[in-house]
């Protein structure tokens, strides 16, 4: 008798999300971690975007594919109502040269005047333009909270840009996985600003370095989109290459119907497709992080970088525990004006800022207006709060959330950076102590000599209102 062997199809090694959207990308192999990969996006700004375009220019090179890419005014813009342009010195040459090399190469700008105008990673996701799968890539930081969507979005330089825009490439240096997964469920007054914060002050501010992280579990599925974008954006607090989440229905239903979104039959051949962007289950990363969602709190930084954070109803660390060297530990503490073991709740504030890519969505500010309602800024607070698009503005307008923050004593400005960091225009007076929604409180990031504590807007609102850091009551 004769025996045949059964077919069995290939062995498929199972493969991580970064894998897949790396893999698809591939233009060339270069070396055994470097390859040559294909930019689906390029955004820029004003700021770092227009020396990449007149750096093509004066180049003789053009941009490969003007639909491709977009460009916004929202780095250095002036808030204030009634705006022209900006109020930081210098800043018109950089909206001229942007204006310019836009209409030149062909590339949509979203200007101070655009209806659709705002942050650069808050307009992307709401105009559908980063979309799952998508290689995505502007001179900016942040970029990275774009990988809420399940694209691989990251930061890259001018040089880098200029490349981008000539060739729909980049060369890069394949990164390591990691994969931090939230388990169990946050308590109600815990936000995607604390997880973060929490990740940051256990793991430090280089815990990411030289990794492509993929934010999984429970918590982080039970996230919102909105939610879900503030989790990315702080992938590069963690020294990340990138943050990423992996695609579901919520995605797919967020997405559905916005202005650059796949329309009709290609909509459904998409949705298809973007099914498959999860990592495999056996899939291997190089470093697994698990955080019990359950036991956070919420949280506030007490010196000079998001490492160091601790629950609103902690003390500022010893230098032991603090996870800082001696000499930058006496450096944060001189500049934050905060002595070890002085608890952070009750500490005065100067000033209160909601805004920022981080933290400027319709979600943050509904959340934080709930908390004012009804109550008035406390005397000597100076409080702000600036949207992250025009089209959440107006969201928020029709829902009277601007009523909710004007009526509680809060500045209602234009969309913008703003006062995320300082580019030499308006600002808080030099030593202003500052709670705010941001990302980042270096030294001198909001201004000369500014003492930033960054939180999210709930506390941000709720220290506003009883005029020192205090968490939001729930």
């Not at 342009?85 to 909206?95: E, H, M, N, S, Y």
């Not at 994969?179 to 169990?184: L, T």
């Not at 603090?322 to 944060?332: H, I, K, N, V, W």
């Not at 934080?368 to 406390?378: E, L, S, T």
């Amino acid at each position: 008798m004769r025996w045949r062997r059964k077919w069995r199809p290939p062995l498929v090694e199972p493969r991580t999300l970064f894998a897949k959207l790396w893999q698809a990308h591939v233009v060339a192999r270069l070396g055994e971690r470097e390859d040559l990969i294909a930019i689906d996006r390029v955004f820029l700004h004003e700021r770092t975007g227009s020396v990449a375009l007149k750096s093509l220019t004066a180049a003789g090179r053009i941009v490969r594919d003007p639909a491709r890419v977009f460009a916004v005014t929202d780095h250095i813009v002036d808030t204030r109502p009634g705006r022209t342009g900006t109020l930081v010195p210098g800043g018109d040459a950089f909206l001229t040269a942007t204006r310019e090399e836009t209409r030149a190469a062909g590339i949509r700008l979203f200007d101070v005047d655009d209806p659709d105008q705002g942050i650069v990673h808050v307009i992307s996701p709401e105009l559908g333009i980063v979309l799952p799968g998508l290689t995505l890539v502007c001179p900016d930081s942040h970029t990275c909270t774009q990988g809420a969507l399940g694209a691989l979005a990251w930061g890259i330089g001018s040089t880098e840009a200029e490349h981008a825009l000539a060739t729909s490439t980049l060369r890069l240096t394949r990164p390591k996985t990691m994969r931090v997964s939230f388990i169990g469920t946050t308590s109600p007054d815990v936000t995607p600003k604390d997880m973060m914060l929490a990740l940051i002050a256990a793991y430090g501010a280089g815990g990411g370095r030289g990794h492509a992280i993929e934010f999984a579990g429970s918590a982080v599925e039970a996230l919102d989109v909105e939610g879900r974008l503030t989790l990315c954006n702080m992938a590069t607090e963690f020294a990340a290459m990138t943050g990423f989440v992996a695609p579901d229905a919520k995605v797919f239903d967020y997405l559905k119907g916005r202005r650059y979104a796949p329309r009709g039959a290609l909509w459904d051949r998409a949705v298809a497709a973007w099914r498959d962007l999860h990592s495999d289950d056996g899939a291997v990363f190089d470093q697994e992080i698990t955080i019990d969602a359950a036991a956070l709190r919420p949280m506030v930084s007490w010196g000079t970088s998001p490492q160091s954070s601790v629950p609103v109803t902690g003390r500022v660390p010893e230098q032991a525990a603090s996870g800082l060297p001696p000499d930058s530990y006496a450096r944060a503490i001189d500049y934050i004006g905060l002595a070890p073991s002085h608890p952070i709740a009750g500490t005065p504030i100067d000033a209160a800022f909601i805004g920022s890519c981080t933290n400027s969505r319709l979600s943050d500010l509904r959340r934080a207006a709930d908390i004012v309602k009804g109550k008035r800024v406390a005397a000597g607070v100076q409080a702000i709060v600036v949207p992250g698009s025009m089209a959440v503005r107006r969201a928020a307008e029709a829902e009277g959330i601007d009523r909710m923050f004007t009526q509680a004593g809060f500045e209602w400005r234009l969309s913008g950076c703003a006062l995320c960091f300082y580019a030499g225009g308006p600002g808080f007076p030099p030593g202003t102590r500052v709670i705010s929604s941001t990302n980042r409180n270096f030294e001198g990031r909001q201004g000369p000599n500014l003492r930033t504590h960054i939180a999210s807007p709930e506390t941000v609102a709720a220290s506003a209102i009883a005029g020192h850091i205090a968490a939001a009551a729930r």
